[in-house]
């Protein structure tokens, strides 16, 4: 059942996200990075206005953002669109979550903003060389806490992906945040299969931007 939603939802999520310690992008800042980036809509997206996001920065560079697809100009939810809830080290985006315009949409959305939230307060840091560590991306899609830094240990450390909510590595013990992931993966695996059965191509496709930068000398990364 697809999400349409109502202004009364986007101010649910407007006030749940502001509590989290998440700032609304102004329109300022939208056409400042605009203007350093010469954004232009990917040749695949309609463009039907700036919907409105949600950012939660760090000093150690990196951020959340969510994209909530509604569009205050219109007091409206996009048609034909999900939700995004990104984590980006300034410019480049390091991780996405897609979070469909279901049912539970709103939780939906919630929740993974204050999971990427998690992530980013507690980024780990190199037990080798107390560096920050960066976030990599296994053949399968999964992803994990890595620090490469041969000039300070030869082989590679790394650090599962879930160890804020599993309680291990000076991680917090987060059942039901576990939990809510678990059931994520599950359907998503699912999903994919029950795809697969029908024919669909369900090759993992990479995040596709919405918006081409045409002014990559200017990306902050």
């Not at 999520?13 to 700032?23: A, D, N, T, V, Y």
């Not at 995004?84 to 897609?98: E, G, M, N, P």
């Not at 678990?182 to 931007?209: A, C, H, I, M, W």
Request: glycine share 6%.
């Amino acid at each position: 059942m697809f999400f349409t939603g109502s202004p009364e939802n986007f101010l649910e999520i407007r006030s749940e996200l502001l509590k989290l310690g998440f700032k609304e992008k102004t329109l300022t800042q939208f056409r400042n990075d605009f203007a350093r980036l010469d954004f232009h809509p990917s040749s695949n997206r309609e463009y039907d206005g700036r919907e409105v996001g949600f950012y939660y920065s760090l000093p150690h560079g990196w951020s959340v953002f969510i994209w909530t697809s509604y569009l205050s100009h219109l007091k409206r939810f996009r048609k034909n669109d999900a939700g995004r809830a990104l984590i980006l080290d300034r410019d480049r985006i390091l991780y996405s979550v897609k979070i469909n315009r279901g049912r539970n949409f709103v939780r939906n959305l919630i929740v993974n903003a204050w999971i990427l939230q998690v992530r980013v307060n507690e980024r780990p840091i190199c037990c080798a060389c107390e560096k920050y560590m960066n976030i990599a991306t296994k053949k399968t899609g999964a992803h994990y806490f890595v620090c490469v830094n041969p000039a300070k240990h030869e082989k590679s450390v790394s650090k599962d992906w879930d160890f804020n909510f599993k309680g291990v590595d000076g991680g917090k013990h987060r059942p039901k945040a576990l939990e809510f992931m678990e059931l994520r993966r599950t359907l998503r695996v699912l999903s994919r299969k029950n795809n697969r059965k029908k024919g669909y191509d369900v090759g993992g496709k990479r995040f596709q931007p919405r918006w081409e930068i045409r002014k990559l000398e200017n990306r902050l990364n």
